[in-house]
């Protein structure tokens, strides 16, 4: 089993973590030291209580972020949350208030520069927040050992993480321990970048694109494959955007490979929860009152008043495509008869 494995892990420590923690750690001090536009979120519109969010976050920690994607899943309201390569904790302090003081967010890093920004302005955020006590923690650690760095098994809701997988060195284990620490039921929801094909030996060893999140990049189908072996729901696209790299040094290294930055989300689905079924989305979530966007491919209408089983609100849906929120967020459901088998 790829969860018991991926509980017993061993020092692994290697010259990637090294350059990785050299370059986010020391050669990079602000978003704007970039060499390309792969770490940077798309121009997109923000929901506005996410942008209030993002407003009440400290300009430093602002400053030091990197990411290439919007990682803020529904319903996170008391949820436990684990940010991988949390960095500066733009993300954790952001999430902190969606979670709200109730819930609780940890963020996981290897970069003691990077740690040291978050831990920094944790009482400021508190403070701001109106928040009595702490609802965030940062832990020094790898992504691909969670539970060598204290993480308990089964103990969190949702894992995040953003533009950050790319820079492993074995994706395969930081899939297998996110599923280790996952609750039954709970979704892995993270932005990433990948490739239109296996990248060569010549990108993977460079260590200015490895760095820009561009030659650790996985080939998309390679993480279909590998969400199913560490036994992941089938990966579910949220939103893709094509990367341009604006820097021709890099782009003449790269040559004819193409570079989305993709969000995904995958489910630890409890064994035998895989029937099909309808679902009646009743409208409650913030932010989503009138229609919720599942993935790229569903979508439900709000259903406020009765709605039969041909209604076009009413949405023929695996449950394992669906089971991450509707574990949260039961009441935000409505459950009909089971779909025939047939």
């Known amino acids: 089993m790829a969860e018991e494995a991926s509980c017993c892990a061993k020092s692994f420590v290697d010259n990637i973590h090294v350059d990785v923690k050299e370059y986010y750690g020391k050669v990079l001090k602000k978003s704007s030291d970039l060499k390309s536009n792969a770490c940077v979120t798309p121009v997109q519109r923000f929901p506005d209580f996410i942008l209030q969010a993002l407003k009440k976050v400290h300009p430093e920690v602002t400053d030091r972020y990197y990411g ?12 436990r949350i684990l940010d991988l390569g949390s960095g500066s904790g733009r993300d954790c302090y952001m999430l902190s208030q969606l979670v709200g003081e109730r819930g609780h967010v940890t963020g996981i890093d290897m970069t003691e520069d990077q740690l040291e920004v978050a831990r920094t302005y944790i009482d400021y955020h508190m403070q701001e927040f109106g928040y009595k ?22 103990s969190y809701d949702i894992i995040i993480s953003n533009c950050v997988v790319n820079l492993s060195p074995d994706k395969k284990r930081v899939l297998a321990e996110a599923y280790c620490v996952l609750k039954d ?44 072996e560490v036994g992941f729901s089938t990966p579910r696209l949220v ?48 932010g989503v009152e009138d229609s919720f966007q599942f993935d790229c491919q ?32 039961m009441k935000w459901w409505r459950w009909t008869e089971r779909w025939p088998a047939s």
């Not at 929801?189 to 990248?199: H, K, V």
């Open 239 to 286: 939103k893709a955007n094509v990367i341009t790299v604006d820097n021709k040094e890099l782009q003449d290294i790269l040559g004819d490979f193409k570079f989305v930055s993709a969000t995904y989300r995958l489910f630890k689905v409890p064994k035998g929860s895989t029937k099909p079924c309808q679902v009646i989305y009743n409208g409650n979530i913030k």
């Open 68 to 79: 290439c994607g919007l990682v803020v899943p529904e319903c996170l309201e008391v949820c």
């Open 185 to 228: 039921g709970g979704e892995l929801y993270f932005s990433d970048i990948y490739s239109s094909g296996r990248l060569t030996e010549e990108i993977k060893n460079h260590k200015v694109l490895w760095g820009e999140c561009l030659g650790g990049a996985l080939w998309w189908k390679d993480l279909l494959r590998l969400a199913e």
């Open 298 to 329: 569903y979508t439900f209408k709000v259903c406020r008043s009765s709605c039969s089983v041909s209604s076009p609100h009413v949405q023929k849906a695996n449950y394992v495509r669906c089971v991450g929120v509707i574990y949260r967020s």
């Open 133 to 154: 006590k702490p609802n965030v923690s940062f832990v020094q650690g790898y992504i691909e050992a969670l539970t060598e760095a204290g993480l308990e098994r089964s």
